[in-house]
């Protein structure tokens, strides 16, 4: 229903020319490159995140959805069998075309990968399968369930990531599916659980998951997503807008680079079984009870969850080694390179090849001699490995608590986990990941361009400052995320409005929650940064426009411009507001109309990624009705908004209309 956002577009998507013939960079000391593409529209990160935006127009239809669930339940004595499946069947993302705005290396549309059109075309869904088996023991009451399943902890009700409900992860593919129920968003996971009735008022459940289940983000480039790289993405670009999306790894730098290189700036994403966890070793144990004499009477648990992440992290192996590395001039570079992998030739050798080397090269600019071999590359880029990394025994203890007040129900829980992992900014990352590729000491190409050692082109605070690594190997495992000490608190009331009420509605039921997430030892900025999620991000380090070191532009940086905002904080909170109404008898025809409004708000702070509940000045409002005409038949029709949180807010301009018809049978 909007138009694109720029600011969360690639700038080469935007501006396909913008770099043609120097990649916007100047090794020799000309900042009017880099310069160009700071002052250019779009964001420096954004060509990672927005193929969901580039393949949808303004008012298009985005979903077309047709649904089909069935539900069985067998019986034998006191045992219980039940099985629930989905299949879904979407006209518009059945047999896609990706669209591409930058067709450099690519044709301008190409067919949609199938473990995309698996997710948001034709997909079946086992929504639960399990056996249950009730029966006594020493006097007390037994439940034992085993199968495909959900279980749901905590009183959480809008702020889901990173609460107690952390069994059964999302499936964000769902999330914003016309007519989608709440709970079928959750994915069931394979578990062993076991209920015991300690008294009439306590119980005591035991859980052992036998199968590893993972959050499903928005699959790339469907309409909701804010990641080219998780849900199906198959290569990143590890650059600042410089660089047009190369899926075939068929690119060659341009200008200076391109003397001496021909890496691409594309690298793989390696499969994403690569990084996933074992499946045993999650388990948990909750004891909740009642306490009817507490006040009003008071519903109480305790928790306790050894699990492994469901959400993805990015983590990296560092590059191979630039053929330079040791090199500590130009003659011991091209002696070590073999004249590079570039076009070196086409600039006069004579002007720049030191006297002793020119015997060596022959009329086609190769080597006649064997001084190092030829041709190696000095700037291998394309050897950085990307993958989907799940850290593993992320420990969770909390507490729930369920109350009146008054005329309000009072509900609420705090979660803590002492080694919660949180996402390193990733293109800090990156900058440690090709610290193998510069020279040790800085190479002066007369005339042509100075060659930065690592400590002046990428410096990076991860590996060299926070974990005390100035030596990063080659092909070295850099990981993307630290475990810190994560507190959460949610409280949600609501209340139920009779018919007394000054609009005249029937019923009205209003939701409030508000709640905050607390790392309690995140590391100040000067240490390292954690990850925001900007389309705009770049580097915390002094950028070659000279932001974050007086002013004076240094073309050896391959920052563009420092980045000053956008990282993680250590508090973040929000609040969610939600109210249906329902009128009967209203609206002639129609039993049953129910207005629905919410209003989402992202009040101070970031969130810690990838579980982002908060993000600063982010709003979200949803207004539409529901029809019901009978038990069987109704329809409903939304409005989503998004607004709000700057570049951080990915989803700023993807507001959207929907529409659902439901029938039962």
């Not at 004595?77 to 075309?97: H, S």
């Not at 009870?289 to 992440?309: A, I, K, M, R």
């Not at 020119?358 to 080597?367: A, C, K, N, Y």
Request: contains cysteine; charged residues 20%; glycine residues 10%.
């Amino acid at each position: 229903m909007e138009a694109r956002n720029p600011d969360l577009i690639g700038k080469l998507n935007l501006t396909p020319d913008l770099c043609d013939g120097d990649d916007c960079r100047d090794f020799g000391g000309d900042p009017a490159p880099n310069q160009r593409l700071v002052e250019a529209p779009g964001g420096f990160a954004a060509h990672n995140q927005d193929n969901g935006n580039l393949n949808y127009e303004q008012y298009d239809p985005v979903a077309a959805s047709l649904k089909w669930t069935s539900e069985l339940s067998a019986y034998w004595r006191d045992v219980v069998f039940r099985a629930r499946g989905e299949l879904t069947f979407d006209a518009i993302n059945y047999n896609f075309e990706n669209t591409h705005a930058n067709t450099r290396y690519q044709p301008q549309h190409t067919a949609r990968a199938d473990v995309i059109e698996d997710q948001v075309g034709a997909r079946l869904d086992l929504l639960e399968a399990f056996v249950a088996v009730p029966f006594m023991l020493a006097g007390h009451e037994f439940l034992l369930s085993v199968g495909e399943q959900r279980v749901r902890w905590g009183e959480a009700t809008t702020i889901q990531l990173n609460s107690l409900n952390e069994i059964n992860p999302p499936d964000q593919n769902l999330l914003y599916v016309p007519g989608v129920e709440l709970a079928d968003i959750f994915k069931p996971v394979g578990m062993v659980s076991l209920t015991a009735n300690l008294n009439e008022n306590t119980a005591l459940e035991l859980l052992y998951q036998y199968r590893w289940e993972a959050l499903a983000p928005a699959a790339a480039g469907s309409f909701m997503s804010t990641s080219d790289i998780g849900g199906g993405g198959d290569y990143a670009v590890i650059a600042e807008g410089q660089f047009p999306e190369d899926p075939d790894f068929v690119g060659v730098p341009q200008g200076t680079l391109g003397l001496i290189s021909s890496s691409s700036a594309s690298v793989p994403i390696l499969p994403e079984s690569y990084g996933e966890p074992r499946d045993g070793g999650q388990y948990g144990v909750s004891l909740r009870g009642y306490l009817p004499d507490f006040y009003h009477g008071v519903e109480w648990g305790l928790y306790f969850l050894n699990y492994h992440s469901r959400l993805p992290y990015g983590s990296i192996y560092a590059t191979d080694a630039g053929c330079w590395r040791e090199a500590s001039n130009l003659v011991g570079a091209i002696a070590a390179c073999g004249l590079f992998n570039g076009s070196l030739t086409g600039i006069g050798l004579d002007a720049i090849v030191p006297p002793e080397l020119l015997d060596l090269i022959g009329s086609d600019g190769t080597f006649s001699g064997t001084l190092g071999g030829l041709g190696k590359e000095p700037v291998p880029l394309d050897t950085l490995k990307v993958f989907l990394d799940y850290p593993e025994d992320i420990r969770m203890f909390g507490v729930s608590f369920n109350t009146t007040v008054g005329l309000w129900s009072l509900a609420g829980e705090y979660s803590y986990r002492p080694n919660l992992p949180a996402q390193v900014h990733l293109q800090d990352l990156v900058f440690a990941g090709v610290n193998p590729v510069f020279p040790r000491q800085e190479i002066v190409i007369p005339g042509v361009a100075t060659i930065p050692t690592a400590q002046s082109a990428v410096p990076n605070f991860i590996e060299s400052r926070y974990r005390r690594n100035s030596n990063i190997q080659p092909n070295q495992l850099i990981r993307g995320w630290e475990a810190l000490q994560v507190g959460q608190l949610s409280l949600t009331g609501i209340r139920i409005f009779s018919s007394s009420n000054p609009i005249g509605a029937d019923q009205i039921i209003l939701i409030t929650e508000a709640g905050f997430t607390h790392v309690m030892d995140m590391p100040g900025l000067h240490e390292m940064q954690f990850d925001g999620g900007g389309a705009n991000a770049t580097h915390a380090g002094p950028g070659a426009d000279g932001s974050g070191s007086g002013g004076v532009p240094d073309t050896r940086r391959i920052a563009p411009t420092q980045q000053t905002r956008g990282f993680a904080d250590d508090f973040a909170w929000g609040y969610r507001v939600l109210a249906r109404l329902e009128y009967n008898d209203f609206i002639p025809g129609v039993p049953t109309w129910r207005p629905i409004l919410a209003f989402f708000h992202d009040v101070d702070g970031v969130s810690i990624a990838p579980m982002q509940n908060f993000i600063e000045g982010r709003r979200q409002f949803v207004v539409g009705s529901q029809f019901e005409f009978s038990q069987s038949l109704s329809t409903t029709v939304l409005y989503q908004g998004f607004f709000g949180g700057g570049d951080l807010n990915k989803l700023d301009d993807r507001d959207h209309l929907s529409l659902s018809l439901v029938y039962t049978f």
